[in-house]
Structure formats: structure tokens, C-alpha cells
């Protein structure tokens, strides 16, 4: 027995409790312990019941993923269920926390079930490009049958313990003491006699064949373009649970794990997933000390700022939004309110959440209203000098050691900070619009601010159950710096043939959920405009420079909320593409005298992937971004990134460097500086390396 997986007998019950902190993930050890547990306490004929629980905060909350994509050592976890499911005494699982994925699976195969209230229970396996790999497709069905249980695994997300008791995943909920529960429930069975109940042999979800093939029919149909295979393969393995025998459908289930595990949308997926979490170890926090943040100021109450206010509301802070008129402080309130009005009518939130939330707000027009407060995020507009002047007034009213964040797109971090007295406690806070919805934040970090400032910024962000990353200064920071190149291939392409239309499908069809072309009209073609605007003194004249949407811009065209910008809106007919801006294109293609030709879709794709990835190395090569799976995180979590690609970096990796060098060089003639391969391509290719393999240097 291993030190992880306890063993004791009370009472003729056999108590088997896991023990591998934070979160019991059921590691090779874990299973092989559980294994050697579950065959003593089967051969103990002291023991007539056994009770499977866990230590600490929750029951197993999944697989080790660190395992995944590698040689699995035995025993796999089919086996241990298996073996758990074959115990000729009942076995109870004790439920806490999060049982998921793998921990599921090893609950659903003891006999019985109880748990605690508050837990969850779920197969999420489809958020990591895989499928439940322990009998999960198989046990389900049996129980609740197949629209239920595919909605279980295809959606990820988790039931309450509640809701799982109604669906006759588990018996019953525990108010209290689970523990005492669960020995007292096993000695009931002991004196019962109760029988085992192998989740194997169970029919109820299995006794009207007719709708379970119709919910298959149903989700077959509605997953049939999905982009990660595993998806598909769950409603494979979910009809099997009906077709064939119960073994047989396992062999299915672990034939479609290991096909989809080893697979591009896995290795994908596994890659975010650690990626998110390595973004949060940043040099900063090595010997720095959190400052107490109790109270925020918010300074701007237009859209950006209300969204921040909201979030810092959300997240249980008060909250002192302040507007330069009470004009503009009245509708940034009542923008607020209205927010919470509407999370209350849909059932998000409570009205006396909602009026917590609202007590918390105080607004003002005085500055020196922020003096006690311990963070000022400012919002203003995109614009330095007003950003500047606002720097002025907030230094001369904020306490001597409360942080100045500013939320800028693009501008310099250290310009601003020079213009005060304080540049230590400045930094960058980029949210995302909107920002109480959006969870990317971008943590910029100047050449002065302190590192207590930096490890604040990302304590305040897990509060605000934001993912941050941190950015160096630069004109776009991270993920602005790669919208451009983005952007800009996709510029060159308009001129060279392609029209927005066809570019924003091909992206589309990519993964993304808009193209380049509709984000601008929905972010406003203005904004991108006066950027090119404060950028026009340092560009090089020999620069291919596409005009397009400048002429646009020209004629008022910004996009929805003009009613028209690369597609005309508000017609009640969703956008369709604006033949006046399509005369554009072609003026400024006979202004330059170029011949129009044809693109494919992947084409298209590649330039702008190959574009996006040069730019990332080129942040990387000049200290922007610390590793290139942060500028992956970026562009998941702030830009729609298809997640099961991986982001940029990760998706040059797949189609191999190499590859990737290749064609950009192949690309120069038509821009020599923009496509000019960054160095660390050739440097990562000449060692044998990748973009991962820089992600732990």
C-alpha cells in the first residue's frame, strides 16, 4: 500500500481514501495503490462493504495530465474500474469537491454513490481533445441514457450534486460529515445484505432503444463539422454502450482515447492547457510582496471603463468611478446598472446580489475622491496627452504607494510613467473589451515599476478570475503587435485579389469565430485608423502601405456603428458585403497597378498564420513576451484564437518551422522587410528545436 492510498477496515468496512494533493489526481501510483487496495479488501473476509473517498479539498478531479500523450504506465485506469466494478462486496464511492473526469469514472464504477453538497460531477475530457478513457461513454448511458449523457461529455461542463441525484448518477446528497455518512451507509448495507450492483449490468438508460438512436441521430448531426475529432468520437462510443456488449464498448472507448490523444487538436489543447498556467509564473514574483488591495478607483466611465468597474464589482471591491462631467458619470451609472439589470432578468445573478454589487459604487467628478484608495485603474480615451493630463492630477491625489494601472491598447507605459513622480507604482493593465467579460489580461510591465507592483497585478487578476500575461512595452504590447501582422497579411491579400468576404470565411473555416475584416467593422474602423495616424511620422516610406481602409475611414464608413464599413449593417439581414468599399479595393488596386489574382483558403490561412508567428518571434527575440506560449495564451483568451490550434506559436509548431521559414521567405519579394523570417527560426530549426521548447527555458 502507498502512502497516498490509505487502508483501514472499521467495523467490517474496508475505508480506501486517496491521498494525493491539491487535487488527487490519479497518477500511476495512485492507480496502482487503489489496485492493491480494492484486491485486499475484496480477499479480507473481515470486510463485508467498502468505501472509496479522498483527503483534502476534493475527490479525484481527473487524470494526471502530464501523462497524457506518453507511454501509460500500468495499471491504465480502465483497469482499475474494472477491478472496482468486479468486487463481490458493494462498494460505495463518498463524493467531495470536484469529482471529474477520471475521478467520475472511478465513482460511476463502485456500485453506490453518495455526495457532499456543493460537489460536482463531470466528464470534461473534451475540453483536453480527448474522451473519458475509463468507461465513462460507457457507464453513463447505461444510467441515463444518451441525450443526458452526451450533453454530459460533449459539453464538459459539470452537474451539481443535485442535479446528479435526479439524473440517478448518485443515491442520495450529504448535507454534513460525509465521512460519518458514508461508514454509517456501508454498515447499513453490511446488515442489508445488499447486493453489488455493477454499473455494467444497469439498463434503465438502455430500456427505450428507439430515443436513444434518435439522440444519437440527433447529436451525430449537430457535432458533424466539429473541428476536434474526439467530439465525434464520444457519439461513437455512447451508441456502442447500446450496440454492443459492454467489453466491448470499452475496447471501443480506449481504441478512440488513444487514437484522439496522440492527435493535432489534443496535443493542442494540452498545450493551452499548461499554458494558462505557466503564464502566471512570471521573475517579478521571486522575493516581492503583494500590496493590499481593498479599494479601486476607476477613472473613465465610458464603455471600457464600465466594464472594469464591473468586474472589480463583481469580484467583491468597492469600487469609486470617476467622469470629468456629470453627464458622462450619469450614463457611465446607469450603463452599470443596467448591466446588472439585465444578469438579474437572465437569471445570472440575484437582485440582492445585484444590489450588493450596486452599494459597493460610488461616483464622482472630484479627483481627490481617490485619494485613500489603494489602486487606480484609469480608462480614458486612447489618447497621450489626455492620458497624460489625467497622470498629472492622479499623481497629485493618490496616497503615496497605491498603484497607477493605466488600460491602453498600444500606448507607451513608460512614457507615462516618466511624467510623474511615482513611476515605480505604474503599470499596464490591458482588459479586454468587454472587460467584464473578456478574461485575458495583459499585465505590462514598464522599465521602472516595482516588482511588488507586478506580483499585485496578477494577485488582483486571480481575484478578478482574469488570465494575466505579461507584457513588456512595446507599441501593442503583445496581442495588439500580432493583430497588426495579422492584419496586414491579410491587407496585402485584399490588394493583391481576395475580397473581405473570402478572407473572413477562410479564417472561419480555420476556426475562428469572425475573420479579421468583421472584427474591425465590430471594433470600428477608427480605431485601428488613429493608430495608423500616430504611426505615420516613423514609417518607412519603403513599406508597402495599403490604404484601403484609410479611404474608408475617410468616407465615415467605422463599421456597425455606422451602419456600414467592409459590410453594411442594419438591415435586419445580418451583414452583407459593401459594394462601395469593394470600388475601393479595386480604385486602390488600378491606382497600383496591380493585377488581381486568386487565393485559396489555405493560402490565405497560411499567410496569416505565418504572419502571426513571425510577429511572435520577433516579441520574443526582443523581450516582449517571456516564452511563446504566453503569446499563445494571448491570443486564445483576447483575440479567438481557435483553442484546439493552440495559438499561433503552437500551430507554427505543428506545421513545422521549417515549413514555416520557408514560406515566409518565399513571401519577401512582395514585402522584404515585413516577411522577413525572424532569426529564431533559423536558430530554433539549426538546433532541433521548437517554440515549446522554449516555453520552460
Known sequence: MTAQVQYDVVDGVARIKISNPPVNALSQVIR???????????????????????????????????????????????????RIEAC?????????????????????????RIALQGSTLGLPEVNLGVLP???????????????????????????????AAEMGLIEKVIYNNLD?????????????????????????????????SEAIRSWRARVAGNFVPSVRCIVDCVEAALLLPFDAGIALERQCFDDCETGAAATALRHAFFAERRAAKVPELDGANVRDVSTIGVVGAGTMGTGIAITCLDAGFPVTLVERDDEGLARGIDRIKDNYEKSVGKGRIDQAAADDRLSRLQGTTDMERLSQVDLVIEAVFEDEDVKRGVFQQLDKAMRPGAILATNTSYLDIDALAATISRPEDVVGYHFFSPAHIMKLLEIVVGEKTHRDVVATGFSLAKKLRKVPVRAGVADGFIGNRILAAYRLAADFMLEDGASPAQIDAAMRAYGFPVGPYQVLDMAGLDISWARRKRLAATRDPEDRYVAIGDRMCEEGWFGQKAGRGYYVHGHGLGPVENQEALAIIEDERRRKGITPRTFSDDEIQQRCLNAMANEGARLIEEGVALRPSDIDVVLL???????????????????????????????????????????LFADLIKNGRHFSDMNDD
Open 133 to 163: 478513457g475509463g468507461g465513462g461513454t460507457q457507464r453513463v448511458p447505461r444510467i441515463v441514457g444518451a441525450n443526458a449523457a452526451l450533453d454530459l461529455m460533449i459539453s464538459g461542463k459539470p452537474v451539481t450534486a443535485e442535479r
Open 180 to 212: 460519518r455518512a458514508a461508514l454509517a451507509s456501508a454498515k447499513n448495507m453490511i446488515a442489508q445484505k445488499s447486493p453489488t450492483r455493477p454499473t455494467r449490468d444497469r439498463e434503465e438508460g438502455l430500456s427505450n432503444p428507439v430515443a436513444f
Open 637 to 679: 483568451y483576447g483575440y479567438g484564437f481557435p483553442r484546439f490550434r493552440g495559438g499561433p506559436m503552437m500551430a507554427a509548431d505543428q506545421r513545422g518551422l521549417l515549413s514555416v521559414q520557408n514560406a515566409l521567405k518565399s513571401y519577401q519579394s512582395e514585402e522584404p522587410k515585413f516577411w522577413a523570417p525572424s532569426p
Open 88 to 112: 463481490k462486496k458493494p462498494v460505495l464511492a463518498a463524493v467531495h469537491g470536484h469529482a471529474l473526469g477520471g475521478g467520475f469514472e472511478l465513482a460511476l464504477a463502485c456500485h453506490y
Open 32 to 82: 496502482e495503490g487503489l489496485l492493491e487496495a480494492f484486491e485486499r479488501a475484496d480477499n479480507d473476509e473481515s470486510v463485508g462493504a467498502i468505501v472509496l473517498s479522498a483527503e483534502g479539498k476534493t475527490f479525484p478531479a481527473g487524470a494526471d495530465v502530464r501523462e497524457f500523450g506518453r507511454p501509460r504506465a500500468a495499471p491504465i485506469l480502465s483497469d482499475v474500474c474494472a
